[in-house]
């Protein structure tokens, strides 16, 4: 009896797996009409297939904020940017006065606490960015940041002001060492 069974399982198998085979032979480029892209992969059938994301699907303000990523991570950086490297020790000077410079200049959109809650971010499109949740990325090394704190974000179509005529690229190292440090309570001035 149990030969029977498992030949029965073993001959509707075998129908499946050809049906599935007859099914891509029969209508070949199914999937690709279907989502408008190739597959590469004729054994899974079109219904299974779908775009998971891309620039037709992606909301604005989704593509303004991964622009400067892809830019960063395809394209790289400018020239000026690419060697950069602190000039700042990560000390609790340079880091508290990284502390009054983000709140004179960042924290009025990105929160003061880098969640970019402060009320002038919430009429913003795209959103500014979540810098505390950022600075944790493998994407935030220290060329990226200055490249973006100097640069701001008018090649992206975003509101963030470029900083390099307003402040020292020193200026600037201090901000990402504030930054780095987890946004300290800082002191006012």
């Known amino acids: 009896m149990r030969d029977g069974v498992r030949t029965t399982f073993s001959v509707i198998g075998t129908l499946v797996v050809l049906a599935l085979i007859v099914t891509a032979a029969c209508e070949p480029g199914a999937a690709s009409r279907k989502t408008g892209q190739p597959t590469g992969d004729m054994w899974q059938p079109h219904w299974l297939q779908r775009h998971m994301w891309g620039v037709p699907d992606a909301d604005p303000e989704m593509l303004a904020r ?89 090649d992206f179509e975003t509101d963030m002001p470029a900083f390099k005529e307003t402040l020292t690229r020193e200026q600037i190292w201090k901000i990402i060492a504030y930054m780095r440090a987890g946004f300290p309570e800082r002191v006012k001035d």
């Open 66 to 154: 991964m622009n400067r990523h892809y830019t960063f991570m395809h394209v790289g950086l400018p020239k000026e940017y690419i060697h950069a490297e602190s000039t700042i020790e990560p000390n609790d000077a340079n880091v508290a006065a990284g502390g009054v410079l983000y709140g004179n200049h960042c924290a009025r959109c990105h929160g003061t606490d880098g969640l970019g809650d402060d009320v002038a971010a919430q009429s913003l499109s795209p959103s500014p960015a979540l810098l505390q949740h950022m600075i944790e990325h493998p994407v935030a090394v220290d060329q990226y940041l200055l490249w973006t704190i100097s640069e701001g974000g008018k």
